[in-house]
């Protein structure tokens, strides 16, 4: 199937940026970032916001936005405080593909192409939940790549014809600290 291979082709892009922005970071203080709680009521006081025509998101002000294109991205953003034991940069990514699949049907292609092609993910969890930008898929799934094991939590929306894929990755020892702050930025993100 045309759209198994495509959502083969995303994934396996996510595995490969996974692994761009290792080592080589700024080091900077982890007090804010990685103490950051979660609430019902999520607070943005001094976070950035990034819009675009489609789509729009919060980030703290200190993790880094980029937003050339690398890897066939709208968007990445990376924590900036790296402590010298990191080896892997804390990151939220936004990839979009055109798909006529609806998303349950789009969900179970993805499924059967990381199964198929990538036999050492493992899924943790994975469901259907309903949010301010609309139904979405939640996936969260844990991994190795080179020497690190990494973790991650990947939203998954389809509005007009567009897939949205939102992932926020960390190492995997790093996954709980970071994961409050994770789950902000991923809740911050609306489809216009």
Request: with cysteine; hydrophobic share 30%; charged share 20%.
């Amino acid at each position: 199937m045309k759209y198994t291979k495509t959502a083969t082709q995303i994934f396996t892009m996510l595995v490969l940026c996974c692994g761009l922005w290792s080592c080589g970071q700024n080091k900077r203080d982890a007090q804010t970032s990685g103490n950051a709680q979660t609430s019902d009521v999520y607070q943005y006081n001094g976070w950035k916001d990034f819009s675009q025509e489609n789509y729009s998101i919060k980030y703290p002000s200190d993790w880094k936005l980029n937003t050339s294109g690398m890897m066939e991205s709208k968007f990445f953003i990376f924590s900036q405080d790296q402590s010298p034991s990191d080896n892997f940069a804390k990151n939220v990514v936004l990839l979009t593909e055109q798909t006529p699949l609806s998303l349950d049907d789009y969900i179970k292609a993805q499924n059967k192409a990381i199964e198929k092609f990538f036999p050492y993910y493992k899924k943790i969890e994975g469901e259907r939940i309903q949010d301010g930008s609309g139904a979405y898929y939640k996936l969260i799934g844990t991994f190795k790549q080179g020497d690190v094991q990494i973790k991650n939590e990947q939203h998954i929306w389809l509005s007009n014809g567009t897939a949205y894929i939102l992932t926020f990755t960390s190492a995997q020892n790093d996954f709980d600290r970071y994961k409050d702050i994770g789950k902000q930025i991923l809740a911050s993100f609306r489809i216009k």
